[in-house]
């Protein structure tokens, strides 16, 4: 016999033996699963890290919301209140310009209803589109605060469940219960509780519906306020023109 | 055996009774013959190679370069080879250049050296699986070993790592702010005042569209939420 062939049947065995390999593998299944209740703190110990580092990041998502929630009034507001300065201003310098033209006592009444007018108009529609702002912030941040207690609700029933996977499969290791079976109770435990905290969350899903019924009541508002404003504006106008003569 | 020897000066002799033997042996010396002149070997080093045959040779060697010399005139001239193309019915392509390509070297057989190096990959195969066989049988075994002492020691485990983990975007939701109010200049005159005053009617619109878009943010953690979700592997054990 040559090298040759001494060759080929040396490395035809590795082959072989590779190529079994896996099926050994399965036939240890039943030690794999011997070792469920010797080792079980181990082997569910990454649940544990898993379930604390993803809570982790929900919390630090959530708080990215709230910062990014509040960032967002803030620059809002702070825009708000410079241009509602800018636009008063500009109104008084429009009144004094037109009160200066008059030159009569019709006139010069004509200027002060305008002027009373005009301020109640757009006292009026601040309020409303303030009130519509403030009213949706508000949903906001119910919306905000009852989907985190209700993720939270969701949470804690998963959580619970997962301990109590995990006691009942101790307490059966402890019973001398087959280790096969303990290990499926507690698989099939936790499929249970994963698939409620998914339907939970799907109803969870569903509270940010509240927040549209505000958002189209207080659109309607703000958009009636808008015309009802424009109304009074373009009566206005056309009442100081005709003191004006124009 | 030295009477198989071409080169040997009693080849002829050691068989002379076998006359078809011998016309073999006579191409055979032909083709050393021509293999030596494509290596670059002179008439004369080849004659001093064979003696017995030297005048045959020589024969043979005049005949050959007298062929070599007249199969460069038979190369046709570009005119001709245009018109036996043309005259050919069949239209192979539509380039118009003619297909024959002038070179200055007919290929014929391979060239010995192109034989020796065939021959020097092949010997370097050879001599790499030789080498490469063991070390692989060695890697093989070696991996069994592993694997058995692995499998015998350590339960499988899901991963510890967040593979299973959607990746979580940053909160992206676009806040546009009503642009700075530019104050109209008062002139007195009505339309110009009551269309200033109009103008900030924007700004609100704009405001209150802004406020709506927060409500982007309540559902901002959906992906967290899911993550969490799947914190639990159903094939984990």
Known sequence: MNSKKILTIVLGLAIATN???????????????????????KILSPIDQRIADREGKLQAKRQEISDNLAKRINERDAKKLENRNVRDDNRDAQYAKLEAKATTDAQKQAV???????????????????????????SVDQSITARKSAVDAAINAFKNSRTAAMEKAKADCVAGVDAKTVRETYRTSMKAAQDKFKSDFQAIEKLKGSFETVRAERKQAVEKAIADFKVVMEKARADLKTAFQQ | MPGNDITSPDFKESKPYMNNHNDKKKEEIIEKVLQYLESGKTPAEIFGLFPKYQEELKEILSTYNLLKEESKKIVPTKESFQQIIDKINVSVTNELNPRYSYMEEVQGRPSLEKINNITKIFNLMNINWKIWAPVGIVAVVALVIIGSSQLGTKSPQAPITDSGQAQEQPIAVSQDLPKVAVAEPATGNVDDAVNAILASVSDDEALFADAIKDSELIAADNQSINNFGQSYYENEF
């Open chain 1, 19 to 41: 190529l079994f390999l896996p099926v050994a593998s399965f036939a240890q299944t039943t030690t794999v699963a011997n070792r469920f209740c010797t080792n079980i703190d």
């Open chain 1, 112 to 138: 002060a209803s305008f002027k009373t007018t005009v301020e109640s108009a757009v006292s009026a529609r601040k309020a409303t589109v303030d009130s519509a702002i403030q009213a949706l912030r508000q």
